[in-house]
Every structure is written in C-alpha cells, then in structure tokens.
C-alpha cells in the first residue's frame, strides 16, 4: 500500500475521530440524534426570534418574523408527536449550529443603526438560519423515507415547506424593499 496503511489513520496522516461510546450504530439512531439536534434548535429559536422582531424596522418584516415564531411553535408541536410515534424522549440535544447562527443575529443587531440597515442585516441572519433549517429537514425527510417513517416523512416535509415558504418571503422583502432602503442610507 502506498499511503500509511496504520491504524486509525486515513492515509493523510489524519486521524480517525474515535467514536463516544453513546454514538450512534446505525442510521436509526444516527436520525433520532439529529431530531433531537433540530427540536433543540427550534426551541432556540422560539426564544431568539421574537428579539429580531422587536429590532426589526419594516413593519412587515417585523410581522413576518412574528409570524415565523408562531410557526415555529407548531413546528416543536410537530417534532414532539414525531418523538412520540417512535417512543422516544423528546428532550433536545445543543445544536452548536444554531447557538452560533443566533448568536451571529445577535451580533448583526449590535453592528447596525436601527433602520433599513439593520433590517437588511436581520434577513441575512434569519435567511442563513432558515438555510440550516432547509438542510436539516431535508436530510431528515430523506433518512425517514429510508427507514420506512412515511407518517413521520410526511410531518417534517410539512415543516420544510414552511422553513422554504419564510425564506421566500425573506428574500421578498429584500428584494423589493429592504435592501433599496439600506442602499439610500448609503447617500444620507
Ligand atoms: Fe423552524
Ligand atoms: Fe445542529
Ligand atoms: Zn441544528
Ligand atoms: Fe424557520
């Protein structure tokens, strides 16, 4: 063999992560990590979002994320009954990820001048959270069907089309309004 052929490497000399001795064996497991993963950031964000909304300036920005915390709300609702059709424990498990992509939004508010611009900052925060929901969801959708979870596939997706339905509306509002405004501020 041309590269390292020891133990634990990759041939690169980098080294293979030993795994925890709760880590999960197969795909199922691997899924119920990451539904707890993602119920974990949901709930992040029922907290989180309703700051963004008060900072927001556009009044229909400001309702649009309201609305979004409501949704979200349901959409913890909708992970709790996915925890229950598999009969396991629905507490969450820290998503890294969204501690970060919440705390970069907070950061955001601290960075801009309440106005267009920090309302055009707030949807570049709120559209990089809601990406990490689509991603999420995504593959979620995608290991259920695998495992033969229709009932539960057929849940998340009614998720995912609202995180994708909140990021159109954010990119709306940026596209035909928000962002113009930020620009004239630019002039003032
Ligand atoms: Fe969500
Ligand atoms: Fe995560
Ligand atoms: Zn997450
Ligand atoms: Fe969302």
Redesign the pocket.
């Known amino acids: 063999m041309p590269n390292s052929s020891k133990q634990g490497s990759d041939g690169r000399g980098q080294r293979i992560v030993p795994a925890k001795s709760s880590a999960a064996e197969g795909l199922k497991e691997l899924f119920i990590d990451e539904l707890k993963d993602i119920i974990y950031?949901?709930r992040a964000?029922v907290k989180a979002l309703p700051k963004m909304a008060n900072n927001a300036f556009d009044a229909k920005l400001k309702s649009a994320i309201e609305e979004?915390v409501a949704?979200?709300e349901r959409?913890v609702e909708r992970l709790t009954q996915v925890f229950e059709i598999l009969g396991e424990s629905n507490r969450g498990k820290k998503c890294d990820a969204m501690e970060g992509l919440i705390k970069e939004g907070e950061s955001i508010l601290e960075d801009t001048e309440p106005g267009p611009v920090r309302d055009a900052g707030i949807i570049s925060a709120s559209q990089k959270i809601?990406h990490y929901?689509i991603a999420s969801y995504g593959t979620l959708i995608a290991f259920a069907k695998i495992l033969g979870e229709e009932e539960i596939a057929a849940l998340l997706l009614e998720?995912l089309e609202?995180?994708k339905d909140?990021d159109n509306i954010l990119t709306d509002a940026a596209y035909n309004s928000i962002n113009l405004e930020a620009a004239e501020e630019d002039q003032a």
């Open positions: 950031a949901e964000l979004h949704v979200t959409q809601e929901e998720t609202e995180e909140a």
